[in-house]
């Protein structure tokens, strides 16, 4: 039996200690690079997230546990048949240029504008029967089955809730108001000099007391990595986001004095650092010898050296910060003998073994020569192979590698970013992000599938603790590291990283100490 | 060729650059013995600084890499770049040129207009595409550092055999009833030969610096360890760890000064008519 679930807005109340922020100040925030748009759900860019969390928000949030939060809903119900959720609405709340928000601005950017606009929510929405709106703050989402993972999609990047009193019957990508968005958010969109900055300014009419505390933000534009560490070290920018800065800057910042660093607000996107093993042809196409590479690798070195023990070493195809992450599968740890061993059993006759990295700065090509080194000290003769981001997209699409590097997103649940990796139907020649390694297991194909609409959680647990016990034994691809980008900070900004998307739409309750 | 080194070590400068060049050419050939283990091979605790541990004389680089290691396998890498690609540079453009100033007239100018287009392209930015097109590995950047340099050595050998052809030994070998190829490469090139060698030692040095600067751009052969690619790679971390730029640096410095002393000595024993006055 399942309880219902319910939350209320006491839980912000209880969850924030109350009075203690102090209101005002300005937060300069790194942005990089500079997006194509702020129109959540019509681009994807991470740093149109950035800014824009704190310009639009959808009807939950996730604490770093990826527990639903209220966000535009203060609270919300699940029927026990796990087929009908309930959303009820915050009541005074008011877009932007003053129009009172409602139910039907919901209704209407999710089954209009957002299913036209973006395809990875319209994957979810398809086991949407309806969405209806009862009364003005109310919101009901009918299942055609249960489908678990769907509580995870109320966040602002997958399903920012836009204004129908501005989008209702326009050609949404080319509205003119794209240029100046208008929310529900904390803070309101101001400028954008291109190039330069874009300023958001407090919402002074926004539904929660007090909130939120900062008087304006500005988003800087700095295109050059050496160049932001010094505008962080001048005091220049306040706010140094995961991935900003070379990881070799990383350690020298955070020893500054005043400066805190946070590997949190990673928890929904839970970057899962990978390499895919070619499972068609090669040596890579013999389980064993997939297993010794496992075996070969340091990867507690890689995590301490190169990532300068930000992440965790991944044991499962399921981030441990992923819902449904077991850690009852074998486990490979740094072990050369183990290593040789499977190699003799996998028939080995030293045929060159070509490693892509990701072509993504220093830290990945550094990652890249300590695996081959790994790979080396057992006797796989490996080389690295040159390329661009071009060269490396097109590798892939053509299954022309032995291993490649990657890393890819698992928003909060398996059913949404893991299982497309492994589905024998994922298969498609042309794109680096389905089935790239080739993977074909018609067993765990069908437990995927039954997981993603099994009606209760413990059902679903029991299916992705087999699916990741058979992975973790086929290892059709290596994992190597759950990546942590830190947040850097002044330690005079409080409560900055609150959320499993942290700076994306952490604004609303930071402050800075007076 | 007692005369010739009597010469060359009245220039002290040029002595000097040929024992650094020597003993570059030292740990590059006996590397595999100093070093047996690969230079890739992590062995210690990653930013170990110069001298602060036994056995790692140049510390450790980003990944705990010997840089001591790095150095002297980097060395090889250098030098096999600068004269493979030297002499491949020589093998285009020392014909081209000798063609295009012996026979003169149509050959001349189709020769002289196909060098000026290459010369009219910035050198490294065409190393950089070639490189790029050709995917980097050692015989690819070997080679589009040939196609770069051969160019200045086809004009140079054109204007001294131009300038040859018309002397009296040529026309009496004319007379002898020599053919054409056997004037040309028994007797006008070899006395063209001077300049060429000073030029050749040059372009090594050059070589060197173009194959450290496609390294340092993450353009080298990712498989091999080179200065250029140690630079490179220590660039990020150039605020806490200095001397991951610095020793490669210096290393190439000092292989790329001796090879422009050597350069100069050998001038100056070569064409001794030449030498400066008042030394």
């Given at each position: 039996m399942r309880n219902l679930v319910t939350a209320s807005l006491l839980t912000v109340a209880m969850g924030l200690p109350a009075a203690a922020q102090d209101s005002g100040g300005r937060l300069d925030i790194v942005l990089q690079p500079e997006p194509p748009?702020?129109?959540?759900?019509?681009?994807?860019?991470?740093?149109?997230?950035?800014?824009?969390?704190?310009?639009?928000?959808?009807?939950?949030?996730?604490?770093?546990?990826?527990?639903?939060?209220?966000?535009?809903?203060?609270?919300?119900?699940?029927?026990?048949?796990?087929?009908?959720?309930?959303?009820?609405?915050?009541?005074?709340?008011?877009?932007?240029?003053?129009?009172?928000?409602?139910?039907?601005?919901?209704?209407?950017?999710?089954?209009?504008?957002?299913?036209?606009?973006?395809?990875?929510?319209?994957?979810?929405?398809?086991?949407?029967?309806?969405?209806?709106?009862?009364?003005?703050?109310?919101?009901?989402?009918?299942?055609?089955?249960?489908?678990?993972?769907?509580?995870?999609?109320?966040?602002?990047?997958?399903?920012?809730?836009?204004?129908?009193?501005?989008?209702?019957?326009?050609?949404?990508?080319?509205?003119?108001?794209?240029?100046?968005?208008?929310?529900?958010?904390?803070?309101?969109?101001?400028?954008?000099?291109?190039?330069?900055?874009?300023?958001?300014?407090?919402?002074?009419?926004?539904?929660?007391?007090?909130?939120?505390?900062?008087?304006?933000?500005?988003?800087?534009?700095?295109?050059?990595?050496?160049?932001?560490?010094?505008?962080?070290?001048?005091?220049?920018?306040?706010?140094?986001?995961?991935?900003?800065?070379?990881?070799?800057?990383?350690?020298?910042?955070?020893?500054?004095?005043?400066?805190?660093?946070?590997?949190?607000?990673?928890?929904?996107?839970?970057?899962?650092?990978?390499?895919?093993?070619?499972?068609?042809?090669?040596?890579?196409?013999?389980?064993?010898?997939?297993?010794?590479?496992?075996?070969?690798?340091?990867?507690?070195?890689?995590?301490?050296?190169?990532?300068?023990?930000?992440?965790?070493?991944?044991?499962?195809?399921?981030?441990?910060?992923?819902?449904?992450?077991?850690?009852?599968?074998?486990?490979?740890?740094?072990?050369?003998?183990?290593?040789?061993?499977?190699?003799?059993?996998?028939?080995?006759?030293?045929?060159?073994?070509?490693?892509?990295?990701?072509?993504?700065?220093?830290?990945?090509?550094?990652?890249?020569?300590?695996?081959?080194?790994?790979?080396?000290?057992?006797?796989?003769?490996?080389?690295?192979?040159?390329?661009?981001?071009?060269?490396?997209?097109?590798?892939?699409?053509?299954?022309?590698?032995?291993?490649?590097?990657?890393?890819?997103?698992?928003?909060?649940?398996?059913?949404?970013?893991?299982?497309?990796?492994?589905?024998?139907?994922?298969?498609?020649?042309?794109?680096?992000?389905?089935?790239?390694?080739?993977?074909?297991?018609?067993?765990?194909?069908?437990?995927?599938d039954e997981a993603a609409v099994a009606a209760t959680p413990e059902a679903r647990q029991e299916l992705y603790t087999k699916i990741q016990q058979q992975l973790v034994d086929d290892v059709p691809v290596a994992w190597l590291l759950e990546i942590e980008f830190p947040t850097i900070y002044r330690c005079e900004v409080k409560d900055l990283v609150t959320t499993a998307i942290g700076v994306n739409d952490g604004l609303r309750d930071a402050w800075i100490e007076q | 060729m007692m005369d010739f080194l009597k010469r060359f070590s009245r220039n002290r400068g040029a002595v000097i650059g040929a024992l650094i060049l020597i003993t570059v050419i030292l740990l590059a050939v006996f590397a595999p013995l100093i070093y047996p283990d690969s230079p890739w091979k992590m062995v210690q605790r990653p930013f170990l600084p110069p001298f602060s541990t036994e056995g790692f004389p140049l510390g450790t680089d980003t990944l705990g890499r010997d840089v001591a290691a790095g150095l002297v396998h980097g060395a090889r890498v250098s030098l096999i770049v600068g004269l493979v690609s030297t002499l491949v540079a020589l093998l285009i453009g020392v014909p081209l040129g000798a063609f295009a100033g012996f026979y003169g007239g149509l050959i001349d100018d189709g020769a002289m207009r196909f060098t000026e287009f290459f010369q009219t392209i910035p050198n490294f930015a065409l190393a950089i595409v070639l490189v790029a097109i050709l995917e980097p590995t050692l015989p690819t950047i070997t080679l589009a550092i040939a196609i770069v340099s051969w160019p200045p050595v086809a004009r140079l050998v054109r204007a001294e055999v131009l300038s040859l052809r018309k002397r009296e030994f040529v026309d009496a070998a004319r007379l002898a009833g020599l053919s054409n190829s056997r004037i040309l490469f028994g007797h006008v090139l070899p006395n063209a030969m001077s300049p060429i060698i000073v030029m050749a030692s040059l372009m090594v040095a050059t070589a060197i610096l173009l194959e450290s600067s496609l390294s340092f751009l993450g353009l080298g052969d990712p498989n091999i360890m080179s200065w250029g690619y140690m630079i490179g790679a220590a660039r990020t971390v150039i605020r806490s760890a200095w001397w991951l730029s610095f020793i490669p640096g210096v290393a190439i410095l000092l292989t790329v000064l001796a090879l422009n002393l050597i350069g100069e000595g050998l001038n100056d024993a070569l064409n001794p008519r030449l030498a400066r006055k008042g030394r």
């Open positions: 748009s702020l129109m959540l759900g019509m681009v994807q860019n991470a740093p149109t997230q950035l800014v824009a969390g704190d310009i639009f928000e959808s009807l939950l949030r996730y604490d770093t546990d990826l527990n639903p939060q209220p966000s535009l809903a203060k609270s919300w119900e699940i029927s026990e048949d796990a087929l009908t959720y309930t959303f009820k609405l915050h009541e005074d709340v008011k877009w932007h240029d003053g129009e009172p928000f409602t139910s039907a601005d919901v209704v209407f950017a999710v089954d209009k504008l957002l299913r036209e606009t973006n395809p990875r929510l319209r994957v979810s929405l398809e086991h949407v029967e309806s969405i209806t709106a009862p009364d003005d703050h109310t919101v009901v989402f009918q299942l055609k089955n249960p489908f678990g993972p769907f509580i995870g999609v109320f966040e602002a990047g997958t399903m920012p809730i836009l204004p129908k009193h501005i989008y209702e019957g326009t050609d949404y990508l080319n509205n003119p108001a794209n240029n100046t968005p208008i929310g529900t958010g904390p803070y309101k969109f101001n400028e954008w000099e291109k190039g330069n900055y874009i300023h958001l300014v407090k919402n002074e009419d926004y539904y929660l007391d007090d909130q939120p505390y900062l008087d304006e933000v500005y988003y800087r534009i700095i295109p050059d990595a050496a160049s932001r560490a010094v505008a962080f070290e001048n005091g220049e920018v306040d706010v140094l986001p995961g991935g900003s800065v070379e990881n070799w800057d990383v350690k020298r910042l955070v020893e500054m004095d005043g400066v805190c660093s946070t590997g949190k607000g990673w928890e929904y996107f839970a970057p899962h650092a990978m390499a895919w093993m070619n499972n068609r042809e090669g040596p890579t196409a013999d389980k064993n010898f997939r297993k010794a590479v496992m075996y070969a690798m340091d990867r507690e070195f890689v995590r301490d050296v190169i990532w300068n023990g930000f992440g965790k070493v991944a044991t499962s195809p399921v981030s441990s910060k992923t819902n449904f992450y077991t850690d009852d599968t074998i486990m490979y740890d740094h072990n050369a003998e183990k290593a040789e061993e499977m190699l003799a059993a996998s028939g080995y006759d030293g045929e060159e073994v070509r490693i892509l990295p990701l072509p993504y700065g220093e830290t990945w090509q550094r990652w890249a020569e300590a695996m081959k080194q790994n790979l080396d000290e057992v006797g796989i003769n490996s080389t690295v192979v040159a390329t661009d981001v071009a060269g490396w997209n097109q590798k892939q699409s053509d299954w022309d590698f032995d291993i490649a590097f990657t890393y890819l997103y698992q928003y909060g649940d398996p059913a949404l970013g893991v299982s497309r990796s492994y589905l024998s139907s994922n298969i498609e020649k042309g794109s680096p992000w389905n089935n790239v390694a080739g993977y074909v297991n018609e067993e765990v194909d069908a437990m995927f | -």
